[in-house]
């Protein structure tokens, strides 16, 4: 063992964040401890945190708080629910500045190979917010995957019996790819192309 064995664990853990390898999450280590003690501080302190994190009791959001940010915040569209699969999906939307509704985050998607059902996710959730909250407008934002339609699907035949208006983004996001890994650009127009897919007159 080279570095202390908590330092190997950061490392170890790091690695494990898809697309980081051990090197770079040795380098990034290696960075924070040649900061100066003050900004050593402000990172540490900031990993605390993470330990109070849990998922918002309404949306899922990564929250300090029973409730997040953005089902606190008296400005929003209470009225409109962004369905996605993951937060980081929600912070790729929220970073463009324009969507002003509130979110779910699922968790995941509904996957038969991964095993992976509806009462897996956070799910059942959803259609109670829709009823207890009376939302009106769905926009459903999972990522135009093979998992990701079948999801869709799911939701917008459960989604129509409770009587709301369904929408699909992802029109400009190629088959395959993901809200989060999309430029800006390509995310604006695949929000600003959301259709009508269920409960329109
Ligand atoms: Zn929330």
Request: glycine residues 6%; charged residues 30%; proline residues 5%.
């Amino acid at each position: 063992m080279i570095y202390p064995e908590n330092l190997e664990i950061l490392i170890e853990f790091l690695s494990e964040v898809p697309g980081i390898s051990e090197r770079a999450a040795e380098r990034a280590v290696l960075q924070l401890s040649k900061l100066p003690q003050e900004r050593r501080r402000i990172v540490v302190n900031a990993l605390k945190e993470l330990e109070e994190l849990k998922p918002c009791k309404e949306c899922g959001l990564p929250s300090k708080e029973e409730l997040c940010y953005v089902c606190t915040d008296p400005e929003r569209d209470r009225k409109t629910v962004l369905v996605v699969e993951q937060p980081r999906d929600a912070v790729s939307i929220e970073k463009l500045g324009e969507y002003k509704g509130l979110y779910h985050v699922l968790g995941g998607v509904i996957s038969p190979l991964e095993d992976i059902s509806p009462e897996d996710l956070n799910i059942e959730n959803l259609f109670k917010r829709i009823r207890k909250r009376s939302i009106e407008k769905v926009i459903i934002a999972v990522n135009p995957t093979v998992e990701g339609e079948a999801t869709a699907k799911f939701l917008t035949d459960r989604l129509t019996k409770l009587g709301v208006k369904v929408y699909r983004i992802g029109y400009g996001i190629p088959y395959g790819g993901t809200i989060d890994s999309s430029d800006e650009l390509t995310l604006r127009k695949a929000l600003e192309d959301m259709k009508l897919i269920s409960g329109g007159e």
